[in-house]
């Protein structure tokens, strides 16, 4: 999401000293594809993932909505049912890992130098890297669709025995996740560094932005878990083809080791995609409220807090393959403890919001509506937590509600407010806030229609991962299919939004659109130059952005 | 290792734009791609693999080299420098992570999978009469019979090489310190020496598992979490190894000062992580 008029020379913010450098490394940039391929600036690498992520995002809804129209009517209308299963693991897939994690790593790209004063990445030229990982393992799963037997068939969990015994297109799922976890792994470490060690002078680590600490805390658990998921799928590859017998009893092995190993991975992937939406609307609480935000301390301790219990609750995942009451128990009290720091970050959230003089733009709409329905989709996570109910439900469309409630809901609406709340700072336009409006609204209540009725029918027992269901679930079946098709067109608004915002808006944007904001990256003129805070930004002006939001005195 | 108020460099480096990173993108795909049709039985993934791989040298030879040029230029200065200390500390704990997976199948499967199989009448009455829940010597029906690799011969003699090896790259460090070449050369080498000898050993020991002893990656869950573990972990040190031999190179050019060095402690860094991976593998693997 960049404009064309954006100069392509090194042009310091006008805050910022214009000392001549040695060296004269800054500046240099390739015109045409040359600037995009072999990029270093975090600009420009963070617009690629936002793009990326946002196609990404287009094709896993195209596979969303190929799902929703099988299951418009009981029987099988367009899909075999084993092209239903590749529909069903590539549209997890590539929400997971081509649209939700991308999107955030995106806005982490173009953001975190802003916001802490820091002149790029620490790592440059490995965060193009980070990046260009990400379309070869984009390519690897469309290649797997075309693979004799089709694509990956076995859910986006992968769990064997059937991941073993699918055809050649698993394989290239496999490496997919390979790639994309080296993409990873390699963005999480730049994004850690980054912050550990270029905050501007003043900036201590509680007196960062709440994005920047749920964007630390996201990185450091990637970096903990993304290789746990390189292992476990290196394990199937070798029981699939060189022999192992890892998930295999014959051997002595067992294929729940595979569903421990993944969801080590899972559960703190799930607040990989959570936590840096709480960052997003951290930011934006306060700007429309035009108040600090509430109890930033304990929102930090909050993150830290589900970060490390994250890592304690993956047996959740697995209530229903059977496990000792007394692992049942641990998991299950782990898990509703993680309530407690959710809670404080809800309460802190409303508390912000308390006597503010709130204003309701598009950026705060979404964070709004990502309050109310991340909330719904936090409670009926304390729902599944218990393991007699989750048991009745694990199977269940009670699930598929429970986790569209939170990621699509949760951090997909953090990621359109984000988009909306720093557009202005990207391409230097104001976006059409009634069309915005509009697709606030219309996302919002064409969401609910899709996935409210699936609590229902995961209550009334329809079993998730089929293309086929029995009769008397259709009626809520259709209202979703329809809500789905709904929420799809919505996207069209924000599209055309986005495209108009770059070419010109409804006006140019000044540096600083919302009054509210005392972020650093409102500092630098809009569109921000091309590199900013070449040196860092001056002592006394992140004092006064600091005293703004309450962190200083 | 950063002050409250942070270092900050007059002018942090921010590199020029780079070919190396969308070259080394094109590397692991041909390589993905290929393996992915050569273990389907599509012959010609054999070439993509090879192709990808020449590519992926390529890159690597090409990107650190910018690196050492940028380095030798005095671009980096004491804030880059903590960077990298960041990055590699945060590069080595994913690698513990990635080890730590396969610590936990190995864990898993002999105090869990295992053991259940054998309690569980089932396995016997019903589905393989002949299935051994011993450990070592875990066999199913679809494992021949092999022997366990035993602790005390070449995986002892290796315990003593690693450390040791970590003993003469400390050494090689106090040269870095003291500016004393002979030192750093003479360390490195005999810390690559080590490192090496090794590796040959290891490649002996794998020969004699799977002629003599019948021990392979499909010998059940003793084999695969055999080899996996210690596959991996020589594949580490076979890249530590490379890392320190560019490292010994440097020196020979006078590439480091006292003050500024950190090439080599990365890869020092390296090395003793692999060095205490193959302490776990010996007490888990070999030893109990």
């Known amino acids: 999401m960049t404009t064309a008029t954006e100069t392509l020379h090194p042009h310091d913010a006008a805050h910022d000293e214009h000392a001549s450098h040695g060296g004269g490394h800054h500046g240099a940039t390739h015109s ?228 421990h190993v993944f969801w080590f991975f899972g559960h703190p992937e799930v607040y990989i995609m959570a936590l840096p939406a709480f960052g997003v609307v951290s930011q934006i ?12 301390v304990s929102m930090v301790y909050a993150v830290c807090a589900i970060a490390i219990l994250s890592f304690m609750v993956w047996g959740h995942h697995m209530f229903a393959v059977g496990f000792p009451a007394t692992a049942q128990l641990f998991y299950m ?77 949760g951090a997909l609406f953090s990621l359109f407010g984000a988009a909306y709340y720093w557009l202005p700072k990207w391409t230097g336009y104001m976006y059409n806030e009634r069309m915005g409006k ?19 029918l995961g209550l009334a027992g329809m079993p998730r991962r089929i293309p086929d269901y029995a009769l008397q679930f259709t009626t ?41 904001a005392h972020t650093l990256e409102w500092e630098v003129d809009s569109p921000a130059p091309h590199h900013t805070w070449e040196t860092p930004p001056d002592e006394a002006l992140v004092r006064r952005g600091l005293v703004a939001q309450g962190l200083e005195h | 290792m950063n002050v409250e108020n942070g270092i900050h460099d007059a002018h942090y480096f921010v590199p020029q734009p780079s070919r190396w ?54 671009d980096y200065g004491q804030q880059v420098d903590h960077s990298f200390r960041w990055g590699m500390s945060w590069f080595i704990f994913s690698e513990v992570m990635f080890f730590a997976a396969f610590f936990g199948a190995l864990f898993y499967t002999r105090t869990i999978s295992v053991p259940e199989l054998g309690w569980f009448s089932d396995t016997h009455d019903v589905l393989w009469p002949t299935f051994k829940a011993t450990w070592p010597g875990v066999s199913g029906p679809k494992v021949a019979p092999y022997a366990p690799m035993e602790a005390f011969g ?55 598992a799977y002629t003599a002893m019948h021990l392979t990656l499909a010998s059940g869950a003793y084999g695969m979490t055999f080899f996996m573990l210690t596959g991996f972990h020589g594949m580490h040190v076979l890249v530590g190894a490379i890392m320190l031999s560019v490292m010994l190179g440097r020196v020979l050019k006078g590439h480091f000062t006292p003050e500024h060095h950190f090439g080599f402690e990365a890869a020092a860094w390296y090395w003793h992580f692999v060095d205490v991976v193959w302490l776990g593998l010996f007490v888990f693997v070999y030893c109990l």
């Open chain 1, 32 to 259: 045409g594809w040359r600037r995009w391929v072999y990029a270093t600036n975090h600009k420009d690498i963070g617009t690629m993932y936002l793009w990326f992520a946002f196609s990404m995002f287009l094709l896993g809804g195209t596979f969303a909505l190929c799902i929703r129209a099988e299951l418009f009517q009981p029987g099988l209308q367009f899909w075999q049912p084993e092209f239903f299963n590749q529909l069903t693991t590539l549209h997890g897939v590539i929400m997971v890992f081509g649209a939700i994690m991308p999107a955030f790593t995106g806005l982490m790209n173009w953001q975190l130098p802003l916001m802490i004063g820091a002149p790029d990445m620490a790592f440059a030229r490995m965060n193009n890297w980070s990046f260009w990982l990400l379309p070869p393992a984009a390519l690897l799963l469309i290649i797997s669709l075309f693979m004799p037997g089709g694509g990956p068939g076995a859910g986006w969990t992968f769990y064997p025995p059937l991941s073993v015994q699918l055809g050649p297109g698993m394989d290239f799922g496999i490496f997919a996740i390979h790639l994309m976890g080296l993409s990873s792994i390699m963005g999480s470490i730049n994004i850690v560094t980054t912050i550990l060690n270029m905050r501007a002078p003043g900036m201590t680590l509680l007196k960062m932005p709440l994005f920047a600490w749920t964007s630390l805390v996201t990185a450091y658990l990637l970096i903990a878990v993304a290789p746990v998921l390189a292992g476990a799928v290196t394990m199937l590859l070798t029981d699939r083809h060189f022999g192992t017998h890892f998930f295999n009893a014959a051997g002595g092995g067992d294929p729940i080791l595979f569903q």
């Open chain 1, 285 to 296: 609480l306060p700007t429309f409220s035009r108040k600090p935000l509430f109890g930033y």
């Open chain 1, 333 to 409: 009290f782990m898990t509703m403890l993680i309530a407690v720091p959710t809670g404080v970050k809800v309460f802190n959230w409303i508390a912000t919001m308390w006597q503010g003089s709130m204003t309701f733009e598009t950026p705060m709409l979404f964070a709004i509506g990502f309050l109310c329905l991340f909330t719904i989709g936090g409670f009926s996570g304390l729902v599944l937590s218990l393991a007699p109910v989750d048991i009745a439900l694990h199977g269940t469309y009670y699930v598929v509600a429970h986790f569209h409630y939170v990621l699509v809901a």
């Open chain 1, 438 to 456: 509009i697709h606030f609204w219309w996302s919002m209540i064409s969401f609910n229609i899709t996935f409210f009725p699936m609590h229902f």
């Open chain 1, 476 to 516: 809520f079946n259709e209202i979703a299919s329809v809500g789905a098709f709904l929420f799809g067109f919505a996207q069209i608004f924000f599209l055309y939004n986005v495209i108009h915002t770059i070419r010109g808006g409804v006006g140019p944007a000044p540096a600083k659109p919302w009054d509210g």
């Open chain 2, 21 to 74: 990173p969308i070259t080394g993108s094109i590397a692991l795909f041909c390589m993905t791609c290929g393996t992915a049709l050569w273990i389907n039985n599509m012959q010609a993934g054999k070439w993509l693999l090879l192709v990808g791989f020449v590519i992926l040298i390529h890159m690597l030879i090409g990107w650190f080299g910018d690196v050492i040029t940028e380095s030798q230029h005095g």
């Open chain 2, 154 to 208: 070449i995986p002892a003699i290796n315990t003593a090489l690693l450390l040791s090896s970590g003993i003469t790259v400390t050494w090689a460090h106090w040269g870095f310190v003291k500016n004393n070449r002979t030192q750093m050369a003479l360390g490195l080498a005999l810390t690559i020496g080590l490192g090496a000898i090794f590796l040959v050993l290891q490649a002996l020991e794998y020969h004699h």
